[in-house]
């Protein structure tokens, strides 16, 4: 039953399968482990799935390309929630593997950066070999193939192995922003700490356009959060941006700097309002002067009495 | 029946009768001359005139204080039309005066720097004093106080005067917008060629809150077409601003700029929204690419899609 | 002799000479009432004069346009010196007036609107006649003219009149804003308090012009303290815009502005940088980050360490 | 002798090989192929080579996180060059393979989204695996352990093997960017058709920062031709901008917009100005009014004019 079936980025014991399962509705789901990111969203879009845990951002590798040029382009999908999860590794050895035993190591390519430092100082003569995913190295270490494998430390049980280090990573608060994502529907509620995502088309060859872009956002209010560019694949030089800022799409001042943003760009794509995770709403600095949904009412009500002369 | 009266700043034969007098309705409306422009607008004001035109800016002198003043504060008025009247002066004399018999000459303060050169070279050494308005300055050659006055050609029979030199004027474009002013009411309807007049009070102490107004307007395409500071009267350094924009309050790229500038500014002044005078809409050049009502109408119904789930 | 000389807006008992009796280096002076504003600056341009004190802002009635304007065009000038003087005026009549014989009144057109309100209340049948300036409608009491005039206490003695009220503005606060006009030479040093005075002229028929000038300030963290269109005398729609900025020309942001105006404009008329009457600098707020001639410093440095391939 | 060697990302028979071989001075220099975009900059840090060819952007896959962040970070390094090089696959096969016995197809992990398409259309059923680079896919061909590889077409003779394919790729006017880095120096001069790069960090927690940024350039009409957000590797949500716009440090409205740049941010890395790949500086549209060089210096000689008292 696709309405019980959450795919994510596989293989079982990634730091996404983790991320889903700190979602409170992943215990009454089915997770289905897919080869890619394009796999995990296909179906979701064929409706084999109700939705799909992916990476979107890593604090240390940047956007994740896969899964923001999967949004931006093919059929229509949409954000509901994100899930924030710090990223520590373990080092993961066959039971008995002492360090000094360590000649080879594996891991995700994404990892290799982020643990750089901690392989020159510890185990400077390793040799390092990526791995289709973390979880794919600890079962190739599994199988004899390498001495160690960095990944999460929940996938030690998975591959029979036990982590030797745990803790490692070379930057300090090292996260990973995962998103689930569905087919596109009516979003959530807002909260009061949430966040609009979408992905914009600049028009050919207007060299203030990105400027102009941002003013939209400016003039009404709405504070930015993340802007990435991403090739258009029409050439170099050709960019659309994925774009969050703070807000919900049925806040006033989000939703007009929404319009104002699609009637100047060639294109936009609305990929949902979710709540921001871990923010508390209350512990959020005020509204810039003006941008409230009850001052939005007011003009509005002004215009209309100006409109019928009893302004 | 304050219904078919118009008021105007007199006396008559001044400018503003002449500009009055363009209007075709002025033909089947009582005129009558007032003492001063809050005298024209308080007649308005209290019912007991329909509308009153008054000038508002001077290609030479600029704004018309008296007239952004009344219009800025006191009870609130509306503007309907404005008519662009040429300004060119004749020197009015009594029959038989020759131009070397030319001692003294009198017009209306506002006058002399636009004759200034005019008369260095043609009466070097003549004695100006200054009149209440170019009318009454006629009047007192009449009554010969002085020997010439400067005043419109069409005053001269009035006061039994001839014209002694015509089309006086130091600056070419010389001309006077005057305003046609009524109780608040609906604005006329679009003709594709409109302005749109507001007073905007900026809040204290905000140095780039001039810089954010005319943000308000530029974000949305809406040109401007005149900014005045004037003194709120609270003190050296307080302004408010009297802004002519491009468009028609129904104009929905005016609308928003309207309602933008009523939440960050703490008070706006809607002063009505009217032809421009001497306009052709087909001689308008394009809107700005995304500023049109059908484009604001597009993108309200994709951002409706948005909410329901449906882009 | 001219080197001792400074002329002012005349005649003797205006407000204007008050405000000049207020520089110290009055005292040493010969001061030389003039019948215009344009002939107080004329005799600095000919050398007949070292200054020339003219009143170029009231806070009721805004620029004072003669000044404005003969500063934009004509001869070039600078401001070396501004003075703050507060507006309050005394009714003037001959000894022996009360109130109840006051049935005429004048003084300066420009005050009639700054004690509207007070005649409204105290001499609501006195009838108003304008006279050239505040001082001449004294001389008018004097000759038996009219029963009193609003003037300056400090008029009083020289017309043979008594102040029979005092303390008269409608508005709180009301002030008169003047500046000691020179030849154009080298700026006063700064003293950590200044403004800058320039006339900026734009280009035509371009829209966004008067944004982009405000942004030539606003970039580099220059605050505006005061804006003022002026028509050029080409035509309904012509303006140039007269302009104070917080600091002085050898402060390296507002230079850097200046040169920004320069090009973009076609035409900017630098009118002097002097010090801010009334304030103090060490109660001014800091400077926005990044906008200290110390910083200006440190990046003019680091680029040349860029250029030099040391950065 | 390390003045006369030149690293670049390995091994022999990729796009970068291809790329660093159109350069003139590559034919004296020796070429040395790296395993990693790191390793072939260290080798310019250490001083064991000149120079370093590596992949900066492709027109698929977006930036080279790799060459971002080694630019960014670590010891300074700056860009001399930059080449665009048009990407196409071969399908690299062992002689006498033909493409209905292609049953496993290998190739870098970028290559696999830029003919996705194409191996759906033509090769539904073969097997893909990720190779460390095109290269290394052709020697694992070479080798018999996959029937296919997505390379280069000139990497077929290095590998013994045959293009069975070739002008294979999904989006039209693909192409990679590729700089040349050297250890910090003079920059080229300008050619009039040149490119400036930069590394930008923004202050925390001001949301208006990217908007500052942006001004910068924008006032001093300097256009922008990619920016590229990284992560700071400080946690989600920080990021430093990598930028690249039109024009040479050495040109005016460039450097100035540069110490803008580094006044209000926290820390800018000068990476480079060097000529823009295929783009004929005859071609370029003129600057924008008031940037050039010349009115730069004619503002300049204004300001000083002014600070002498003789504008």
Not at 101 to 117: C, I, Y
Not at 157 to 165: C, F, K, R
Request: aromatic share 6%; proline share 7%; charged share 20%.
């Amino acid at each position: 039953m696709s309405a019980t079936r959450y795919t994510y980025l596989g293989p079982e014991g990634t730091f996404t399968e983790a991320a889903l399962r700190t979602l409170p509705e992943a215990a009454t789901r089915e997770l289905v482990p897919m080869v890619s990111v394009p796999a995990a969203l296909d179906a979701v879009r064929s409706q084999g799935a109700a939705g799909a845990l992916v990476p979107i951002e890593n604090s240390v590798e940047g956007g994740v390309n896969a899964t923001l040029d999967e949004l931006a382009t093919g059929g229509p999908l949409m954000i509901y929630r994100e899930v924030l999860l710090p990223i520590a590794f373990a080092l993961l050895v066959r039971p008995g593997t002492a360090l000094k035993d360590v000649k080879t190591v594996t891991g995700h390519p994404v990892a290799q950066p982020q643990v750089r430092n901690w392989l020159a100082g510890h185990l400077p003569d390793a040799l390092w070999e990526s791995a289709a995913s973390n979880a794919d190295g600890a079962r190739l270490v599994q199988e004899g193939r390498y001495d160690a494998a960095f990944a999460g430390e929940f996938a030690a049980p998975t591959y029979g192995l036990e982590p030797l280090v745990t803790g490692i990573h070379d930057a300090q608060n090292a996260a990973t922003r995962f998103v689930l994502v569905g087919r596109p529907a009516r979003p959530a509620a807002p909260t009061g700490a949430d966040k609009t995502s979408v992905v914009i088309w600049l028009g050919d060859d207007h060299p203030g356009a990105l400027l102009e872009l941002l003013q939209e956002y400016a003039v009404r209010g709405v504070n930015l959060m993340r802007i990435e560019s991403r090739p258009t694949g029409q050439g170099i030089g050709r960019y659309c941006f994925s774009v969050d800022c703070e807000g919900h799409i049925t806040d006033r001042r989000v939703g007009e700097a929404l319009m104002g943003l699609k009637r100047i760009c060639p294109k936009v794509r609305f990929l949902g309002s979710y709540p921001r995770a871990g923010v508390d709403p209350s512990e959020l600095p005020p509204l810039r002067h003006g941008t409230s949904d009850g001052e939005f009412s007011t003009a509005a009500d002004w215009l209309t009495r100006c409109l019928d002369g009893r302004a």
